[in-house]
């Protein structure tokens, strides 16, 4: 009885964490994807309204990309500096 019950629980645990690494790949294909996107988007259309530039300012911020891509692992083009 106190076996299954621990093997339970660890299996319970074990669910989520699956679940989560399994979907790490595509959660960094994503996040690159987005992110190589805003780049371009700010190099060909360096002057967009207020809106979108103060959006923009968000994703651009470095501290954010360097985040993403310490905690996703999308360093496909944007190199940590800070």
Do not use: D
């Not at 595509?26 to 967009?48: D, M």
Request: a positive charge.
């Amino acid at each position: 009885m106190k076996g299954q019950m621990i093997a339970g629980i660890a299996h319970e645990i074990n669910n989520p964490i699956s679940f989560i690494a399994g979907n790490l790949v595509y959660a960094n294909q994503y996040t690159s994807e987005l992110l190589e996107i805003l780049r371009l988007y700010q190099e060909y259309c360096p002057q967009p309204g207020a809106e979108i530039f103060k959006r923009s300012q968000i994703l651009s911020n470095s501290y954010f990309k360097c985040s993403c891509s310490t905690v996703i692992g999308c360093k496909s083009w944007y190199h940590c500096t800070v």
